[in-house]
């Protein structure tokens, strides 16, 4: 296995550079009319016709650094788009706290569920200009613009789901007596089954554990879609030991708990996400062409750019090295191992804080 991953890490030097963060955004940005409809974007970051849309019905409201939005509980009826600046959104320890900036919104279940008590704080981080669009202003776009705030509203409610089940999540670990409860709502099988679910189970993360990602590769032909492709990421998070040494090694497993979080969210039901140990992650995907398992990656490296952690130092911030490869079907797991770890060293070699994955 060690001679194969040298092999591969000197052949890595024929397949390209990694992709910083701004190259790859600089890239998108260029090729922008020939993407399609499926490349991957931040959960919260609207598309320009999105953008120009709520932006036009907005009320400006330009805030300084420290200066509240929303408090946690707070009742309201508007959501916002920032237009310029970074804000910080708090959820007291429920989820991790996330930092957004342009072009991204936030506060809009108010707008869906109406008179809604927020589920957390909105503070600028720096100087910021927010539009502000309320429910009246968002129902008269809607009777303009049906088919767009149709689209807008099915992707804010599906990660409002998935904003929700990570919560369900982290109160299960909080709490056995509810994942007891849980548990035995959702099971449909014996207790063998829930003892071999467990064994494959990441105590820490929740996520899938080596055991499990070898399981599924010994049946793997029963779930393949074939008209897709398999692709294999790993995700290896920059500077591990420093954090534990600098925070603590609690803030150090609130960290791994976040970025499997993000791992999960970038993954699908036809996905198997999992921590391979310690700080390593992975994420075996089936994908349509190389640049969705690139859209996969760079999403993972940006959504744990963005967070932050109430218990840690205020200057703490995390990034992860992403590399990742096509998996051809004739190889089996040691060899995409080794391609996908060959495009990670190549991040690490850089620096960290990025993704590349092989052509």
């Given amino acids: 296995m060690i001679s194969e991953l040298r092999y591969y890490r000197q052949l890595c030097a024929f397949k390209g550079e990694a992709v910083s963060h701004a190259e790859a955004q600089a890239t998108a940005e260029r090729e922008a009319p020939h993407v399609s409809a499926r490349v991957a974007r931040l959960p919260r970051q609207l598309s320009d016709a999105e953008f120009s849309l709520l932006v036009s019905a907005g009320e400006r409201r330009e805030l300084m650094p420290g200066q509240t939005v929303f408090r946690r509980g707070e009742f309201g009826r508007a959501m916002f788009v920032i237009e310029q600046g970074r804000v910080l959104l708090e959820f007291c320890g429920d989820l991790p706290d996330k930092l957004i900036g342009p072009r991204e919104f936030f506060g809009e279940l108010a707008l869906f569920v109406g008179n809604h008590a927020r589920s957390g704080s909105a503070v600028a981080a720096e100087h910021c200009v927010l539009r502000m669009i309320e429910q009246e202003a968002f129902d008269d776009l809607l009777e303009r613009e049906p088919q767009l705030l149709a689209q807008f509203m099915r992707r804010s409610f599906s990660y409002l789901v998935a904003s929700e089940q990570q919560l369900i999540t982290n109160y299960k670990r909080r709490n056995e007596d509810l994942i007891q409860t849980l548990d035995s709502l959702r099971q449909t099988q014996d207790q063998l089954h829930l003892a071999r679910r467990q064994v494959c189970t990441d105590d820490l993360t929740g996520l ?21 492709m398999l692709g294999l990421l790993l995700i290896d998070l920059d500077h591990f030991k420093q954090i534990n040494d600098r925070a603590g090694h609690l803030v150090g497993d609130e960290v791994l708990r976040a970025v499997a979080a993000e791992v999960q969210e970038a993954s699908t039901a036809i996905d198997l996400p999992c921590r391979l140990g310690g700080d390593e992650f992975a994420l075996l995907a089936q994908v349509l ?3 969705e398992l690139a859209d996969r990656a760079l999403r993972i490296a940006e959504g744990v750019r963005q967070l932050r952690f109430r218990n840690a130092p205020a200057d703490l911030r995390v990034s992860v090295s992403v590399g990742g490869s096509l998996c051809r079907d004739e190889a ?3 060899v995409w191992y080794s391609e996908a770890d060959c495009a990670l060293y190549h991040v690490k ?10 052509m």
């Fill in 208 to 228: 899938c554990n080596r055991r499990a990602l070898y399981r599924y590769l010994e049946t793997m032909g029963e779930m393949r879609e074939r008209t897709r």
């Fill in 289 to 291: 062409d190389q640049r």
């Fill in 332 to 334: 089996g797991w040691s």
């Fill in 349 to 358: 070699g850089s620096g960290g804080d990025g993704a590349h994955v092989l």
